[in-house]
Structures are given as structure tokens and as C-alpha cells.
């Protein structure tokens, strides 16, 4: 019979030539996904006018409703245009609970997040509202005394329930910091700070997804952990530019989708006009099935809105036919999700 490991020490594990398994999760053929539910990646412009900014991407959330969509997803700093230059100039902070709780938000401390939840209301759909600036108290790791009082400006995306509650908080982990000679540098570092957790949000009764944004999705680990610990979907709002779009967007969302048999839906902004100044998004909002598949994307840069119905029956075929949660070998090397926790994100607020 196989071992039941919870946490794998490879120092102290037995020598075996079976594979160790760690959890029902990573070992299981069944769907976390336990209904068929339509999701919609909008693909739409920032430009400097916030206001005009949620006032647009309402306008397509509740499009996306009308299309029966159940779950929508919005881009990258959708409310900003996307750009050190502008992350302390449009960054918000987000209300704590002793405020939502008490229905006291104030829509004019609070334009972003008041709007947001507004949408997911009128809507009636499970909102993962892209990614705005966020200022905040909180420090990037876990408080220490000196880093009481100051402020730290975030990448951070936000997830409403239908009724309007915010159910998830994912700060971006990986910080876009490249240098491609000729072609682009961007260094977010320079204004952000990075996220710590990984967030995994309950949405019922379909099951859970993972949050990403932009840069996180190129380290492979936390997609891997997302699928191990149960989402039925990894959900990635990004701008990724016209250098490292048409080399990786795609290749990135079907890499991932295949390694960890779950589908993946990501949605970037839409491309500035030629001649605009500022970051031009790839755009091709994509969403690809367990198997690797492109269910819909995006037509180039331009607005527009994709959609797709994820079914349970498509990650249960995938695994049986090619059932590499059944084959991993934990006694060969580690599981990188036997120590990580994850959660909702939302302990990050308080």
C-alpha cells in the first residue's frame, strides 16, 4: 500500500519504488470543479480618467452578465493606466472589515473598491476585478516595529461574490522587473512591493480558483500548488507587452493549463492606439482548457470580450488519460505544496 505523507521531509523518508502521495488532492482523477460554470476575460482600455475607467469596465461586467456569464474576470490595473510613473498617483486604499461590515464605505475614500462591488451586485456574478495600485499600512512581510507607520503601495487584485462581499485578496508576488536590451526595461520594484501569500478563493458552488497577476505566472510552482491544493482554475489578469506577449502569453497559459490539468483564463488590457505614448498591452486575452487547448482568445489588442463554459467532465479526462496526479514521485523529489499555505487574502486588509 502506498504511504499517506502530509508534509514530506526528504531527509527522513523511507526509500521506497513507489510514488509517495501527500494528499487526496494531488492523487485524485475527480474534478474540483463540481458544476459547469461560463467565466468572460473583458479585455478593455485604461486611460488616465479613472472615473472613465469604471465607468467602462461596468458597463462591459454587465454586458458580460447578460451573456450568462457566472464568473467575470477584469485585466491589470484596469481603473490606472499601467506604469511606475502612475501607481502612486491612482493607488487606493482598500476599506477594512470593521468598515465593510458596517456599511460605512465611503465611495469617495474608496472609488475603486466601491465601484467594484457595485458591479459584482448589479452583475450577479463572481467578480475577480483585475488588479488596481493599492496604498497601504500593511508591510510586505509579517509587521515589525519599524515598519509601523509607513506606506507601501501594492499590485493587488480584488474578488467579489455576486451579493458583493469581497471574498479574496491576491497581492502580486513577483514584482515585473526586466531588462531586455533594445527592447524593454520595467523595474516595479522601484515603487511596488511585493505580495506574500497565495490566494485561493472559494467560489460556491464550483469549487475554488487561484488568483495570479501578470509576472506571477511565470514561476511554475505557484500554479502547481493552486492545482494541488484543489482550484479548478487559475485565473491570471496581466499585461504582458508587445515584446514578451507574442513570445510567452499563450505559450504560459497552455504550458501551465497542460502541466497542472486545470484550465487557465487570462486577461490583459487592450492594446493602446499607435501613436499613444505609455506601456502598450499584448492583449489576446486567452482561455485554455486542462489539456492545453485554446477555448477562445481574445482578437489581437482590440476591447472585446471572450467566454468560455469550464466543465468538470474536461479536468476528470484529462487526468485519467494522462494521470500524472496519480504518478508523481514524492520519493524522488519534494512537494512543493505539502508547506504552503494559502488563503482567501483577506487577513491582509486587517
Known amino acids: 500500500m502506498?504511504?499517506?505523507?502530509?508534509?514530506?521531509?526528504?531527509?527522513?523518508?523511507?526509500?521506497?519504488?513507489?510514488?509517495?502521495?501527500?494528499?487526496?488532492?494531488?492523487?485524485?482523477?475527480k474534478s474540483p470543479l463540481s458544476q459547469p460554470v461560463k467565466i468572460a476575460c473583458i479585455q478593455l482600455p485604461s486611460g488616465k480618467d479613472k472615473t472613465s475607467n469604471l465607468l467602462l469596465a461596468r458597463e462591459k461586467v454587465l454586458e458580460a452578465a447578460q451573456n450568462k456569464a457566472d464568473i467575470v474576470v477584469l485585466p491589470e490595473c484596469f481603473n490606472s493606466p499601467y506604469g511606475c510613473e502612475w501607481f502612486n498617483k491612482y493607488a487606493e486604499p482598500i476599506p477594512p472589515y470593521s468598515k465593510r461590515d458596517a456599511g460605512i464605505v465611503d465611495e469617495q475614500e474608496y472609488p475603486s473598491f466601491s465601484a467594484m462591488r457595485k458591479m459584482a451586485i448589479d452583475a450577479k456574478v463572481y467578480l475577480v476585478a483585475g488588479s488596481i495600485p493599492e496604498r497601504s499600512k500593511n508591510p510586505p512581510k509579517k509587521a515589525r516595529e519599524n515598519h509601523m507607520g509607513k506606506e507601501?503601495?501594492?499590485?493587488?487584485?480584488?474578488?467579489?461574490?455576486?451579493?458583493?462581499?469581497?471574498?479574496?485578496?491576491?497581492?502580486?508576488?513577483?514584482?515585473?522587473?526586466?531588462?531586455?536590451p533594445g527592447k524593454i526595461k520595467f523595474t516595479e520594484s522601484e515603487v511596488l512591493s511585493p505580495g506574500h501569500t497565495l490566494t485561493l478563493i472559494n467560489l460556491p458552488p464550483y469549487g475554488s480558483i487561484g488568483v495570479q497577476i501578470c509576472?506571477?505566472?511565470?514561476?511554475?510552482?505557484?500554479?502547481?500548488?493552486?492545482?494541488?491544493?484543489?482550484?479548478?482554475?487559475?485565473?491570471?489578469?496581466?499585461?504582458?507587452?508587445?515584446?514578451?506577449?507574442?513570445?510567452?502569453?499563450?505559450?504560459?497559459?497552455?504550458?501551465?493549463?497542460?502541466?497542472?490539468?486545470?484550465?487557465?483564463?487570462?486577461?490583459?488590457?487592450?492594446r493602446s492606439a499607435e501613436g499613444v505614448e505609455g506601456y502598450k498591452a499584448w492583449g489576446e486575452s486567452i482561455i485554455v482548457d486542462p489539456m492545453g487547448?485554446?477555448?477562445?482568445?481574445?482578437?489581437?489588442?482590440?476591447?472585446?470580450?471572450?467566454?468560455?463554459?469550464?466543465?468538470?467532465?474536461?479536468?476528470?479526462?484529462?487526468?485519467?488519460?494522462?494521470?500524472?496526479?496519480?504518478?508523481?514521485?514524492?520519493?524522488?523529489?519534494?512537494?512543493i505544496s505539502a508547506k504552503v499555505e494559502s488563503g482567501d487574502g483577506l487577513d491582509l486588509l486587517e
Not at 505566472?217 to 505557484?222: C, D, G, H, Y
Request: proline residues 6%.
Open 2 to 29: 502506498f504511504r499517506l505523507f502530509t508534509r514530506l521531509n526528504i531527509r527522513t523518508a523511507l526509500p521506497t519504488t513507489k510514488p509517495l502521495l501527500t494528499s487526496a488532492m494531488s492523487t485524485t482523477t
Open 152 to 180: 507601501y503601495l501594492y499590485n493587488t487584485s480584488l474578488t467579489f461574490s455576486p451579493q458583493g462581499s469581497l471574498i479574496g485578496v491576491h497581492r502580486k508576488i513577483h514584482l515585473f522587473d526586466i531588462d531586455i
Open 215 to 270: 509576472y506571477d505566472i511565470r514561476f511554475p510552482e505557484l500554479s502547481a500548488i493552486y492545482a494541488r491544493k484543489g482550484a479548478f482554475a487559475v485565473v491570471v489578469p496581466g499585461a504582458f507587452n508587445l515584446t514578451t506577449g507574442p513570445l510567452h502569453w499563450e505559450l504560459l497559459a497552455r504550458g501551465r493549463a497542460n502541466d497542472n490539468q486545470v484550465y487557465f483564463a487570462m486577461c490583459s488590457p487592450a
Open 293 to 335: 487547448r485554446v477555448l477562445e482568445k481574445a482578437d489581437g489588442g482590440k476591447e472585446g470580450i471572450v467566454y468560455a463554459e469550464l466543465k468538470p467532465e474536461e479536468i476528470e479526462n484529462a487526468r485519467a488519460g494522462i494521470p500524472v496526479t496519480m504518478q508523481r514521485r514524492w520519493d524522488v523529489y519534494p512537494d
